[in-house]
């Protein structure tokens, strides 16, 4: 059983778990020695986190956004104009239509590589150097850890029961919430807090930290609170203990104020979690290849 198991086993110069920053060092590699054997393995979509639910489609919704706002102060300059109204759907469409052609672009060119087996699971360690991607069981002496991460779910009471967003799913709405409430005070809270505001959605944005953008500087997070404070509530210093749904079937959040243990309540349409990303390594099994994680999940890296 042992020999018949090693000759299934496939081996590669090169496997590559995630299609995204991975591929960046799969090509560099391929072009100075074009005939290395490549696995990539990816349970998404190809791409990475930056193209299909990250930074790319994100700044695609942030400029009708921007124009909104810049439209709003045209009258400042001698312009007389007015916004008649915004189609949330078609924006939406636009963004999806731009991500998924780079998507079957980057599809194509992996299924069509005749170095690169494209497998598109779950990937999971079988032993050292050794991983299962669905029915296969492949080796190689290199292996690029890309996995990306996935959106950090905070434990609110009844929070699974009422359903809520994330900032990977919020890029499949198709349309607009009459309200939002976004839960999380850093970067992803503050470019759904703008582009929604701006495509006409009552916006609250609540966070934790005392700090709206804790890691900006002081006084670059104060004005981001003011300016964007114009278009939305922004609450900080808040956290979310419990969510449920009031009779007319909306959903509604209970804060407290770290501080002063006020408590807020507050209604909205839908609800976005946007309280940062977390390691993705679990699924991988690391632990099987003695692959090191931190107190968080974090694969463990030297310098």
């Known amino acids: 059983m042992l020999f018949c198991s090693v000759l299934r086993m496939k081996e590669y110069d090169v496997i590559a778990i995630g299609s995204g920053s991975a591929m960046n060092i799969v090509s560099a590699m391929m072009q100075s020695s074009p005939s290395l054997r490549v696995a990539v393995i990816d349970k998404d979509e ?5 193209l299909t639910r990250g930074c790319i489609p994100s700044k695609i919704l942030l400029y009708p956004a921007e124009l909104v706002r810049t439209i709003e102060r045209a009258p400042a300059f001698g312009i007389d104009v007015e916004i008649k109204g915004v189609d949330f759907t078609s924006v939406m469409k636009r963004m999806r239509s731009l991500i998924d052609g780079e998507i079957e672009s980057i599809r194509q060119g992996l299924t069509q590589s ?33 996995i990306g991460s996935k959106p950090i779910i905070p434990p609110i009471s009844g929070l699974k029961d009422v359903g809520y967003h994330t900032s990977d799913t919020i890029l499949h709405e198709m349309r607009l919430p009459n309200s939002i409430a976004i839960v999380g005070g850093g ?16 916006v609250t944005v609540i966070g934790r930290n005392p700090q709206f953008l804790p890691q900006e500087e002081p006084e670059v997070s104060a004005l981001a609170k003011k300016e964007l404070g114009k278009h939305m509530t922004v609450l900080t210093n808040y956290e979310v203990v419990e969510a449920s749904r009031t009779s007319e079937g909306k959903k509604k959040l209970a804060a407290v104020h770290r501080g002063t243990r006020e408590r807020k309540m507050i209604t909205s349409d839908e609800i976005l979690i946007a309280s940062g990303r977390g390691p993705s390594s679990d699924i991988l099994h690391p632990e099987r290849e003695g692959i090191k994680t931190g107190e968080k999940g974090w694969i463990v890296v030297d310098d």
């Open 187 to 202: 970067y992803i809270a503050a470019e759904y807090g703008h582009f929604l505001s701006a495509m006409g959605s009552t």
């Open 46 to 50: 190809p791409g990475g986190i930056c």
């Open 114 to 146: 005749p170095n690169i087996d494209y497998y598109r699971s779950i990937a999971k360690f079988v032993g050292p150097y050794k991983l299962k991607a669905g029915p296969e069981t492949i080796t190689s002496k290199m292996i690029l850890l890309c």
